[in-house]
């Protein structure tokens, strides 16, 4: 701490997440947050994260500074670290602008726990080019330390948040910087990067003994073959995140080390030679080359880097595995709990299953491009045959999703509040929302998807009729769940005369069909907080709402001539009001 108050430049200030200390790092801080008033923000105490990733991963979500720089609790800062990184980096934005995402970086000195130089570059030390910055490098092997690096706002912003399969925050960093930005280095030392025996991450000099280790490591397969299932799995997960907005030769390279181990052995080499997917230093790709053909097998594609993670976990972090599980536990014990509601609580209804519908619209109206806001295990995303985004901040992905189906693992509000347009790229056709069941977030759902549709647009909304006071209720305590999203029936009805509204009576709890959108409209945002006020009064659902009153048969041939209608006005010749004109007339005859 003392370093970083000795900075030449010192407008700046710190942002604390204290993972969990049991030593007396509160009251230090407490005592810097005297003597530094104004400049010093310690987040709430946090039970511990359990890695590294996850506590930076908090406190880049509490981020709101121009530029950001990772400082480990260990380090010891050189007077100009953050002038010399600024000064690189105004360089850049003056270069690129400060809308495009830029990560610098600068060397380190390594030193023993007791600050004693043992090399003064981490990048000689460990022989690492700090030039190699592409993003099939990057997947490989990350040269910009965590601690000895500078991001500005339109990095951190988009690399966030981090998903659990990130190796670390810095390596995520740079992949991102990599895929959407650039890299610049600062050939000089700003940092004495303390060495221990605890460090979590380490650094090793590059020599014979190093090199032995290495070729046994390969050898029996541990630490390498690892560390490269938790490059494979960092991939997945950068293609999960950005597919929509990567170039396709960046998806190919990530995709082609995503996909590693379900490769034929022999094919793997060939693989990441042809991706330029290397390591630093011919003796590191050796062991490369030796560990991806000697083990795995396709059959084992699913299994074998979850089963890696999980031995890596019990050797290198087993407080975090421990920690994992017992969260896992916990959510699957409270599901099990909080829902199992009665026989009668947990009746069904319905004359066709929601799933089988959406099957049929999704035959009858054939969609160039759907979104789901909230896809659970895919089964519903992956009846889309066209490109598809899905939106949830837990996925839990069973079904055999199409290639062309992409999951951004993110709340709605945020999906929306980020970059939803680049990352749909065009109009979505067809839109399921069905994420959480509070009527106010599917009343924001529903809004914000009408912002990005057209007149030709169908949203189709899950959860309208529940059978049961207790499905309706807003804390989960049935299988059958529908939460309070009935209100949205009657919100729509009031509030947006101008749609056209259909409430199909699907098993189990009625989907609602939404068309003749109409982007321009404000007549929701405009009422949202006196909507709020009004319907969040608590209140059950009423009478007509349990018996379905509204509801129209899904098996009806309107349902596919609703479909025909809206794949025709795809033309965009017709406006809003004429669409509805011509829905309703098609209900009329039926
Ligand atoms: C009923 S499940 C979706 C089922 C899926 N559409 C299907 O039919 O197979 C609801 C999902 O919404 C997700 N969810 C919860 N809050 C959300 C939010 N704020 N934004 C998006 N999804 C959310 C949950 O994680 C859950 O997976």
């Given at each position: 701490?003392?370093?970083?108050?000795?900075?030449?430049?010192?407008?700046f200030?710190?942002?604390i997440?204290?993972?969990g200390s049991?030593?007396a790092?509160l009251?230090?801080?407490?005592?810097?947050k005297q003597?530094y008033p104004?400049?010093?923000?310690?987040?709430?105490?946090?039970?511990s994260?359990?890695?590294?990733?996850a506590n930076?991963?908090?406190l880049?979500?509490f981020a709101?500074?121009?530029?950001?720089m990772?400082c480990?609790?260990?380090?010891?800062?050189?007077?100009n670290?953050?002038?010399l990184?600024?000064?690189?980096?105004?360089?850049?934005?003056?270069?690129?602008?400060?809308?495009?995402?830029?990560l610098?970086h600068?060397?380190?000195?390594?030193?023993?726990?007791?600050?004693e130089?043992?090399h003064?570059?981490?990048?000689?030390?460990?022989?690492i080019?700090?030039?190699?910055?592409?993003l099939?490098?990057s997947?490989?092997?990350?040269t910009a330390v965590?601690?000895?690096?500078?991001m500005n706002r339109?990095?951190?912003?988009?690399a966030?948040?981090?998903?659990?399969?990130?190796?670390?925050?810095d390596?995520?960093?740079?992949?991102?910087?990599?895929?959407f930005?650039?890299?610049?280095?600062?050939d000089?030392s700003?940092?004495?990067?303390?060495?221990?025996?605890?460090n979590?991450?380490?650094v090793a000099?590059?020599n014979?003994?190093?090199?032995?280790?290495?070729?046994?490591?390969?050898?029996?397969a541990?630490?390498i073959?690892?560390?490269?299932?938790?490059?494979?799995?960092q991939?997945?997960?950068?293609?999960?995140?950005y597919?929509?907005?990567?170039t396709?030769?960046q998806?190919?390279?990530?995709?082609?080390?995503?996909?590693?181990?379900?490769?034929r052995?022999?094919?793997?080499?060939?693989?990441?030679?042809?991706?330029g997917l290397?390591?630093?230093?011919?003796?590191?790709?050796v062991?490369?080359?030796v560990?991806?053909?000697?083990?795995?097998t396709?059959?084992?594609?699913?299994?074998?880097?979850?089963?890696m993670?999980?031995?890596?976990?019990?050797l290198?972090?087993?407080?975090?595995l421990v920690?994992?599980?017992?969260?896992h536990a916990?959510?699957?014990?409270?599901?099990?709990v909080?829902?199992?509601?009665?026989?009668e609580?947990?009746v069904?209804?319905?004359?066709m299953?929601y799933w089988?519908?959406?099957?049929r619209?999704h035959t009858?109206l054939?969609?160039?491009?759907?979104?789901?806001?909230?896809?659970?295990?895919?089964?519903?995303?992956?009846?889309?045959?066209?490109?598809?985004?899905?939106v949830d901040?837990?996925?839990?992905?069973?079904?055999?999703?199409?290639?062309?189906?992409?999951?951004?693992?993110?709340t709605?509000?945020?999906?929306?509040?980020?970059?939803?347009?680049t990352?749909?790229?065009?109009?979505?056709?067809?839109?399921f929302?069905d994420?959480?069941?509070?009527?106010?977030?599917?009343?924001?759902d529903f809004?914000h998807v009408?912002l990005l549709?057209?007149p030709h647009?169908?949203?189709?909304?899950d959860?309208?009729?529940?059978?049961?006071q207790?499905?309706?209720?807003?804390?989960?305590?049935?299988?059958?769940?529908?939460?309070?999203?009935?209100?949205?029936?009657?919100?729509?009805?009031?509030?947006?005369p101008?749609?056209?509204?259909?409430?199909l009576d699907?098993?189990?709890?009625g989907?609602?069909?939404?068309a003749?959108?109409d982007p321009?409209?404000?007549?929701l945002?405009?009422?949202?907080?006196?909507?709020i006020e009004?319907y969040?009064?608590?209140?059950?659902?009423?009478?007509?709402?349990?018996?379905?009153?509204?509801?129209?048969p899904?098996?009806?041939?309107t349902?596919?001539?609703?479909?025909?209608?809206l794949?025709?006005?795809?033309?965009?010749k017709?406006r809003?009001p004429?669409?509805?004109?011509?829905?309703r007339?098609v209900q009329a005859?039926?």
């Open positions: 701490m003392d370093s970083l108050f000795a900075q030449t430049f010192r407008d200030a710190i942002l997440s204290d993972d049991t030593d790092t009251s230090i801080l407490a005592d810097y003597r104004g400049r010093i923000r310690i987040l709430d105490p946090h039970h994260t359990g890695s590294a990733r930076f991963a908090r880049i979500d709101t500074a121009d530029y950001v990772f480990d609790h260990d380090d010891v800062w050189l007077p670290k953050i002038a990184s600024l000064e690189k980096m105004h360089w850049a934005e003056n270069e690129h602008g400060p809308q495009t995402p830029l610098v600068t060397d380190l000195v390594v030193t023993n726990s007791a600050l130089t043992v003064p570059s981490y990048m000689r030390y460990s022989s080019d700090p030039a190699r910055h592409s099939a490098q997947l490989m092997q990350n965590g601690c000895a690096t500078l339109a990095l951190y912003e988009r966030r948040p981090f998903p659990s399969e990130a190796a670390i925050h390596c995520w960093c740079t992949l991102v910087a990599a895929t930005g650039k890299i610049y280095y600062v000089e700003t940092i004495l990067y303390r060495r221990h025996k605890n979590l991450i380490g000099k590059w014979i003994s190093l090199i032995v280790t290495l070729a046994l490591k390969t050898v029996m541990t630490d073959l690892m560390s490269l299932v938790l490059k494979s799995l991939a997945k997960a950068l293609l999960t995140a597919a929509d907005v990567m396709s030769e998806r190919k390279t990530a995709a082609a080390l995503a996909d590693l181990w379900s490769l052995r022999t094919a793997r080499v060939l693989v990441l030679l042809r991706h290397l390591m630093n230093r011919l003796l590191r790709n062991g490369l080359f560990a991806v053909s000697t083990y795995g396709s059959r084992r594609s699913f299994w074998y880097p979850r089963l993670r999980a031995i890596y976990l019990l290198r972090k087993p407080k975090a920690i994992r599980f017992l969260t916990g959510r699957v014990a409270s599901r099990t909080q829902q199992s509601g009665t026989a609580e947990e069904e209804n319905g004359s299953s089988r519908c959406l099957r619209i009858q054939e969609p160039s491009l759907y979104l789901e806001i909230g896809v659970a295990k895919g089964n519903s995303l992956a009846l889309a045959k066209c490109r598809a985004v899905g901040p837990e996925p839990q992905i069973t079904a055999a999703l199409p290639s062309t189906a992409s999951v951004v693992k993110t709605s509000d945020h999906f929306f509040d980020i970059e939803a347009r990352i749909l790229g065009s109009t979505p056709d067809f839109v929302i994420g959480l069941h509070h009527f106010e977030q599917t009343l924001r809004i009408e549709a057209a647009s169908l949203i189709i909304v959860d309208i009729f529940p059978n049961h207790a499905q309706a209720e807003r804390e989960r305590r049935t299988q059958v769940w529908t939460g309070d999203t009935w209100k949205l029936h009657a919100i729509l009805e009031k509030y947006r101008d749609l056209y509204l259909l409430a699907t098993r189990p709890t989907l609602l069909l939404v003749g959108l321009a409209s404000r007549l945002w405009d009422s949202y907080d006196s909507i009004v969040g009064r608590h209140c059950g659902p009423p009478r007509e709402v349990l018996l379905r009153q509204a509801a129209f899904p098996k009806h041939s349902l596919s001539h609703v479909a025909e209608l794949k025709k006005c795809r033309d965009g017709l809003a004429e669409v509805v004109r011509r829905l007339a005859l039926a």
